[in-house]
């Protein structure tokens, strides 16, 4: 697998760059944000790569920095979003936005990524929100508590699931789906729904 290249800046676009190396010229998608940080045209460069093997196609996604490189590949683990859409999401915004949008639960931000419908960006809030420090993007010392997505009642929904052995992604994710098959969004009415859903 390729994980870094470094040589001459062929051609620059805002999503794709090709790069010579050693008289080779490799072409990788890249997040329109790491346009503005590529040199001219014929300076060197160096890129961090992705490569995706498919049975027709070999890929390449270049990131300036090895914290987009991980961000990405967090984010191409959630079911329903595919490289081209993880790159477009890292084009919108930087990956600590992400990463705080992600960490945040702003649903509302997640969406107005191109191909980020709700569902999906309530599964990038379940499933990476406790993972991102491990790629190098903790939040930031000074940061304000995050302000949960859920009311008082459904927090306590999922706290109630959680002494029933369920984790709080589970429950998180049994709740999401409660609230939205059930009108009444009372404790008992969420919490008896909620209970047939965790997993």
């Not at 990038?124 to 939040?139: N, P």
């Not at 992604?169 to 709740?175: D, F, K, L, R, S």
Request: hydrophobic fraction near 45%.
């Amino acid at each position: 697998m390729i994980a870094h290249l470094r040589g001459t800046l062929l051609e620059k676009h805002p999503n794709a760059v090709i790069i010579d190396v050693h008289g080779v010229g490799y072409e990788l998608a890249i997040p329109v944000s790491a346009y503005s940080a590529l040199p001219d045209k014929g300076a060197p460069v160096q890129l961090h790569v992705y490569t995706q093997v498919r049975e027709d196609a070999i890929s390449l996604f270049g990131f300036q920095a090895p914290v987009d490189k991980a961000l990405f590949e967090k984010l191409i683990s959630v079911s329903g979003i595919g490289p081209s859409v993880a790159i477009k999401a890292m084009g919108g915004m930087t990956a600590q936005d992400l990463a705080g949008a992600i960490r945040s639960g702003s649903i509302e931000q997640l969406v107005r990524i191109p191909g980020v419908g709700k569902k999906t960006a309530e599964r990038m809030v379940l499933e990476l929100r406790d993972k991102l420090e491990f790629v190098g993007l903790a939040a930031p010392a000074n940061a304000a508590p995050v302000k949960s997505q859920f009311e008082s009642n459904e927090e306590d929904v999922i706290s109630a699931l959680m002494n029933f052995g369920a984790s709080r992604a589970a429950g998180e994710a049994a709740v999401i789906k409660a609230r939205s098959t059930t009108e009444s969004n009372d404790f008992d009415a969420l919490f008896r729904r909620a209970l047939k859903l965790v997993k």
